[in-house]
């Protein structure tokens, strides 16, 4: 395959970091297969910036073939879409440090994900390398080397996407348009997932690892799914009535997600009935849009390592020409070339 559309572009990517939850899968992934025919499309499993934090070197192996078998599993085709791994591709380690030392460290010190990951980091084996810092700037070369237009991220990514504009502009400036400037996309619903423990904090890989109630894995059991649902958290009024306590709200944005509806539409749906009913058609719509369809090609893939390898390095190969054209524009521009 080559792709050689004139469709706009889109670049977005996942942190092997850990098993995906339905956060993830309605904050991007979802999107990214909704609109898969209308764009040229650069799916990169970013493994560079899953080591910014500490990684088990065998799970972290093993986790990037899951993911490889995830984005197939939710219908990317890799006859449409590239799927690649970032460390396969040499530039982006090279573009992403050209572009570090043209932001200023302020600039990155200022994002709510570094404050938090670096405030929530005890111990030494949770140290705050300066790959968290500089983490941002790994993701605008992500984005940036392929001249995407679109970033279709979840809401917690898209101070990451300005951070990427501000500098393309900054470098754009100085040494005349190397860089397109990418636009970050959010659905309408599911862009910001909620824990089901604790709706005050997003949903995310790393407290889902710290309690079993917090997440809904796309690889979770049915049954097991079902019972994080009914125990998630809401309030002590009897029925849905706005306006809603954030729990009920996050249950609320999940259905709307997966039913393709508003937010205001899903809350005009159940409001003035029971925790129990609102949880009962979560679970339903979470289990059967979303986990069941899902798990039913899984194993397909994740059975088959070996073509999961070679389907990454060929995109790799491809993808290859067009991020090292990118950065020899950029080394050119600032001097190195
Ligand atoms: P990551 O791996 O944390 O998350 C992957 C995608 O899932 C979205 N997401 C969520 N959306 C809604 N609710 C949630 N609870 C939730 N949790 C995660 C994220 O917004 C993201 O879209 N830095 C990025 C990965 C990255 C990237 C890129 C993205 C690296 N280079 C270039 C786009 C373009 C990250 O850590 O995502």
Redesign the pocket.
């Known amino acids: 395959m080559s792709i050689t559309t004139a469709r706009p572009r889109v ?5 092997p ?1 850990g098993h995906l939850h339905i ?2 899968y ?3 992934l979802r999107g990214w297969v909704a609109d898969q025919t209308r764009y040229e499309n650069y799916f ?1 499993i ?1 493994d560079l ?1 899953a080591i910014t934090v500490t990684q088990d070197p065998e799970q972290l192996r093993a986790l990037v073939l899951e993911l490889a078998a995830v984005y197939l599993a939710c219908g990317i085709d890799p006859a449409q879409s590239e799927i690649f791994v970032q460390s396969h591709v040499a530039a982006h380690s090279q573009l992403g440090w050209i572009i570090q030392c043209f932001t200023p460290m302020g600039w990155l010190e200022r994002m709510t994900q570094f404050k938090h990951k670096s405030a929530t980091a005890g111990t030494e084996q949770e140290r705050v390398s300066a790959g968290l810092l500089t983490y941002p700037t790994l ?1 605008a070369a ?2 940036l080397l392929y001249d995407a237009d679109f ?1 279709p ?5 898209r101070q ?1 996407v300005e951070l990427c504009r501000d500098v393309a502009q900054r470098m754009n400036n100085k040494f005349g348009d190397i860089f397109k400037i990418p636009q970050s996309l959010t659905p309408p619903a ?4 909620m824990g089901l423990d604790d709706p005050t904090n ?3 890989k790393s407290l889902g690892m710290q309690s079993p109630g917090h997440a809904v894995y796309l690889l979770d059991p049915p049954d097991v799914a079902r019972r994080k649902i009914m125990r998630a958290k809401t309030d002590t009024n009897p029925a849905v009535s706005p306006p809603v306590a954030a729990g009920v709200d996050n249950l609320i944005d999940i259905y709307a997600a997966c039913a393709g509806l508003t937010p205001e539409a899903a809350l005009t749906e159940f409001t003035g009935k029971g925790y129990g009913v609102l949880k009962k058609a979560v679970a339903n719509i979470v289990i059967s849009t979303v986990l069941e369809p899902l798990q039913a090609r899984f194993n397909v893939y994740a059975n088959d390592p070996q073509q999961l390898d070679a389907m990454l390095l060929e995109s790799a190969g491809r993808v290859t020409a067009t991020a090292e054209a990118t950065l020899l524009r950029v080394q050119r521009a600032v001097g190195l070339r």
């Open positions: 670049l977005s990517g996942i942190q970091s956060g993830s309605l904050g991007a990169c970013v910036h993701m992500d984005i970033v991220v979840g809401e917690d990514q990451h599911g862009a910001r997932v997003k949903m995310s």
